[in-house]
């Protein structure tokens, strides 16, 4: 058996000050990591510090086997110059990057090979460090912090010549077009944000099947058919409360937060008529059984939590993601929660494609969904577009591929016998309803 570090999260019928307890891989409590998780409860949402959490148990274990600086294994607690060295080897020879040392930092490069998780890793490496400072821990400077960037009074210049910038709100001065200057030791050069495109249009029903099989509450059920349908963050949809439900005209609509906007309610998401009717029965008979306040929905005051868990509080993210790993494990495939959101919007843009009749619809209804989705940024979608055009190319090719090779073996198989080849009188769904003035435009085009 593979050597790891592990997580337990805390039985419900325990009392514990820790929502779960990490174990190396000889079994031993390891403090560090049970410590920093707790402290991140509460300073990022319960999503972030698990996926943290997840991505540092793999370094930790690398960490106390295989690191090397100056002919020991590191320890965590080691001084920075350790710490800096372990890091690059792991970003090297465990994350697929190139690294190339600077004056006073390190140029991380992504690679064909680097995992997706580079980013994440760092941000996490550099919040523990943080941690480990804040709780008395750790007895050095961050390692993952540049400190000479730190001593460093960068001024950015105004558009009036010889005067103070000013504020961004005065809307006197152009925008900052380039990103703030990052504290990071380690810096990734050619990073880029690229969605998940999940092309599995039966995606939810096997995740459906999986759940039914593993025996899950109706409470997961439901959430996990809001999180198809409605593109929404686990989180987002954790916090709503009976009020998010009544301050919506359309029955199958509910107020929700967005990222960034401060648990303001400044969005809406919607459900089918069949999830409401799972979502009424839910409320109506598991709900009761452990609510502190066991009345009816039209007594229930507007901040009460739509799901909760089993002592009667809010439904918390680890609780759901424990019950998650079950239900997925079923399925026999590997998902994390926010993968869903990828596919509502992956789905979401091909039925916007496959329903519209002329460009201007199109935009039309981009524009919708942009607005739906709340993005702070309208290119997100581009990028979804761009990865969605590869796989409208994939499916072509594919036919294409498949053409090919129905023509190939017709064409020896007549050369064979001898018989003059029929295949050009093939109709495939390639050449159907084709235009030859297409193809002559195509080939001016490319004089």
Known sequence: MSKRFIHYFCPADIESKYALMVFDDENNHFVPLTEYYQYQLGRVSESTALSYLNILEPYFCWLKNKSLFQGARVDWTNAPLAIKSAIKQYLQKELGCKVRDQDSHEKVFLTNKSKKTVNHFLSAIKAFYKAMIKLGLYDHPNPLVNLDLLGQNIEISGDRKNRQRMPQLAGTEEPISYRKVTDSYFKIINDEWVPEIISDWDLPYKIYNAGEKSNWQLRDEVITRFMFETGARISEILDLTIGDYRNR???????????????????????????????????????????????????????????????????????????????????????????????????????????????????????????????????????????????????????????????????????????????????????????????????????
Request: charged fraction near 35%.
């Open 249 to 447: 005209l359309d029955k199958h609509e509910f107020s929700a937060y967005n990222k960034g906007s401060f648990k303001r309610r400044t969005k809406f998401i919607r459900i089918s008529p069949e999830t409401l009717k799972l979502l009424i029965r839910y409320i109506n008979v598991e709900r009761p059984k452990y609510a502190n306040n066991p009345i009816k929905f039209d007594k229930l005051p507007d901040d009460e939590f739509i799901f909760i868990s089993q002592r009667g509080g809010r439904y918390q993210y680890t609780a759901f993601y424990n019950n998650w790993t079950k239900i997925i494990g079923f399925a026999g495939i590997k998902l994390n929660p926010h993968k869903a959101r990828h596919w509502f919007v992956t789905s979401r843009l091909r039925g916007i494609y496959e329903s519209s009749s002329s460009k201007a619809e199109i935009e039309e209804k981009k524009k919708q969904l942009i607005g739906y989705m709340k993005w702070r940024d309208s290119e997100t979608i581009n990028v979804y577009e761009h990865m969605y055009d590869e796989e409208k190319y994939r499916d072509i090719h594919e036919q294409m591929i498949q053409t090919y090779s129905f023509r190939e073996k017709e064409y020896l198989k007549n050369k064979k016998m001898n018989k003059p080849t029929a295949v050009a009188n093939v109709v495939t769904k390639q050449n159907k309803n084709f235009e030859e003035d297409w193809l002559n435009d195509l080939y001016e085009g490319m004089d």
